[in-house]
């Protein structure tokens, strides 16, 4: 894309090598004048690997295992928005025991997902110490899930109709001993990012989005939600067992950095709250309804709240045993552009944080940035930029 | 606002620009839209305050040569139900609260072109972006046109999610 006169050269180079337990890499140009950002564009799909088409030639069941692999952070709302969709264009009604125990795996997704958001998030802006506590405070929700399902990441919660494991009174314990444990830490946290002087440095009045560049902009879930846009599918459109245990939306006003700290980690509560009353009130009943091999005919949309926002799934079936089209629209893609509208104005040392705020799905530090100065351009590895953000907020 | 004055509200906003009926789904609803009225009635969403586009799925609809499976040999090929062409189908799906409005717009293989709603809807140029490598629409003014999702040696022309897309046979 070009934005300026003169000739400039511009290096791309290939992404190195992944980090095994991260995700996606990226790359951003930003062009800079002098240290400020003046335009910031992004070119995404390096782990593209086609699974809208792949599941055209799978049957539906074996459709939701490739597409449960789209993230691993998010898994489980993928396959229940996946689920969901068959289920409606079926005519099933899935068990309320089921829907229940859906709701409980995804809000301790949610939980895992935004400890591990903290911990990043306090890493790229050189807050080690934060990065290490969270992360430690999230093995209690690791091991919570692992002893649920049988795995850490990729639960395989779901089957088409419903869940494919109940949960007896000894995971119940296992699970309210975990959430004892943790919403004292949730509490620490939100004194230590609303108190640090370092990290308030790098998130206070910084990437400020007003709620009507959030609404102009697309944006979705946390990031919305801290520029006081109150966008929840959970209580917008209630699915799955929401219906049943619903929860309050959490919204901030200040539409920076810092409140997208405080509206993440306020959000931990409300997924306290609802993971203890499911346990309490956990509904009797069957675990799945039988969805027969071939699928009407039909088209349908469904959404839900992934940590990071709306995730919306359209199926369509032309009465087959295979999807004829799944189209996935993740939150992140939303996001992205309000990255790219509000980095401009500020320092190339913000633009780590800025894009760490919008918890995008993927940490890899071997993303590529290219920077473009005036007359040339130098290609940065994601670890320099994040180093050059550090340093200059020393 | 209940969810039926919702979907009013949007049929209120679109009546101008809908051809034909509007679909009722068990999401909310559903119109057909020309290509040169489309972003009028995206603007028309838009200022009328009426939700948001939460996502553009594009539709490849080949006209089927092949008869039916089941069809007995010598049978002649189902009839189309439009015209006897390979189309492609842009749904522009625009949400508020429980309500989905979509608008279905449709184009044909050798004329696939579409107005870009990106002055309206900025955030719209990485689903344009998605639709023109992925299927092969050409979105007019759209302002970036660089790859999003395919890699660079990608060769042109060719569009993974249509239908007669089978691999790059390697």
Known sequence: MDTEQGVRKKFVVPIGPQHPALKEPGHFEITVDGEIVTAATVRLGYVHRGIEKGVEQHNWAQAMYMLERICGICSHVHATAYALGVEALAGVQVPPRAQAIRVLVAELERVHSHLLWLGVAAHEGGFDTLFMYSWRDREMIMDVLEGLTGNRVNYSCNVLGGVKFDVDEKQADAIRKAIDYLEPRTHHYLKVVTTDETLIGRTRNVGT???????????????????????????????????????????????????KFIVRLQELFESYRVIREILDKLPPGDLSVRVKPKVPAGETVSRVEAPRGELLYYL????????????????SLCNWGSVLATAPGHKLADVPMLIAGIDPCFSCNDRIVTIRRRDDAETWTWARLRQYGIEYYR | MDVSQVTVAAETLLKPFAVGAFAQTPGGIEAVIRREDLPAAVKALIDGRWGYLAAITGLDHPWPKAPKPGAKPGEPAPEPA?????????????????????????????????PTVCPVIPSATLYERELQEMFGFVVEGTPDTGRLLLPDDWPDQVYPLRKSFTGLGM
Do not use: C
């Not at chain 1, 959030?214 to 699915?239: H, Q, W």
């Open chain 1, 316 to 331: 369509k079936s032309t009465g087959g045993a295979n999807p004829d089209r799944v189209k996935v629209r993740t939150p």
């Open chain 2, 82 to 114: 439009g015209p006897i062409e390979d189309r492609l189908e842009a749904l522009y799906q625009f949400v508020s609260g429980a309500v989905i409005a979509t608008l279905r717009v449709s184009v044909s293989y050798h004329d696939p072109k579409l």
């Open chain 1, 209 to 259: 989005m007003t709620a009507a560049e959030a609404e102009k902009l697309g944006a979705v879930g946390p990031t919305a939600r801290a520029s006081g846009v109150p966008r929840d599918i959970r209580v917008d459109s209630p699915y799955a067992g929401y219906p049943a245990f619903p929860v309050r939306t959490i919204t901030a006003t200040a539409g920076d950095l810092e409140a």
